[in-house]
């Protein structure tokens, strides 16, 4: 158990709708990063906070976004959703910024039907 | 951009047996690590490498960092059936925390 928590564990939607994703650092971590992992994409970096704040951006769609907030939970929303967008989706933390060490949570599989 | 590309990209090995795979890149990278992710579940990490040419175990596990900074090395002595999953390696793209992942090695175990 890394201590990263994501909920839910799975989500099944329909296309166009919007759907949100939740993670909990380890106890301590200010660093949260998000990734989208699909069969034929790998692992792909999405985007980083750090302390509440948008620190890295990766290849991220105008139709997700994130955010961090003061308790350092972090949210990402995904919207207008499409086929292509099912994944799964996993949350990882490091204590601060700079650190190379991510911890990942268990994920959420999203399926877009 | 940067690429991760890993080999084998898969390996069928019996109980007992050695395991060597690599990860090699076309950039240099600062930071090398492993992580595993057996099915449903979210990856591990195994090992960090913070210098050329150091080598740092982890029970069975070893990992290098190659002396070009271009690529890194695991092996898994004795291999047991728990050891099953796809291991990854990683490193932080330029000097930012964003993680560029390998293609992965598929590691299967038979008893």
């Known amino acids: 158990d890394s201590g990263v928590t994501q909920t839910p564990k799975h989500l099944i939607t329909a296309t166009g709708q919007r759907v949100t994703l939740r993670c909990s650092p380890r106890?301590?971590?200010?660093?949260v990063y998000w990734y989208q992992q699909s069969l034929d994409q790998g692992l792909q970096f999405l985007i980083q906070?750090?302390?509440?704040?948008?620190?890295a951006k990766g290849n991220i769609l105008e139709r997700f976004s994130a955010q961090q907030f003061p308790d350092l939970h972090s949210e990402l929303n995904l919207s207008s959703l499409e086929l292509g967008d099912s994944a799964l989706y996993f949350c990882?933390?490091?204590?601060?910024?700079?650190?190379?060490?991510?911890?990942f949570g268990p994920g959420t599989r999203l399926t877009v039907t | 951009g940067q690429q991760l590309n890993q080999s084998p990209q898969s390996m069928f090995i019996q109980e007992g047996e050695d395991v060597s795979m690599n990860c090699t890149s076309s950039?240099?990278?600062?930071?090398w690590l492993w992580y595993k992710q057996e099915p449903g579940e979210g990856p591990v990490l195994l090992i960090a490498?913070?210098?050329?040419?150091e080598l740092t175990s982890n029970g069975r596990l070893t990992a290098q960092f190659g002396i070009t900074r271009k690529d890194s090395f695991l092996n898994i002595s004795a291999s047991i059936p728990s050891d099953v999953g796809i291991y990854f390696c990683?490193?932080?793209?330029?000097?930012?925390?964003?993680?560029?992942f390998g293609t992965g090695t598929r590691l299967q175990v038979f008893p």
């Open positions: 990683a490193g932080p793209f330029k000097h930012t925390d964003k993680l560029i």
């Open positions: 490498l913070y210098k050329a040419g």
């Open positions: 950039s240099i990278f600062n930071t």
């Open positions: 906070y750090y302390n509440g704040e948008e620190r």
């Open positions: 106890s301590g971590d200010l660093s």
């Open positions: 990882a933390s490091s204590v601060r910024d700079g650190s190379y060490e991510q911890y």
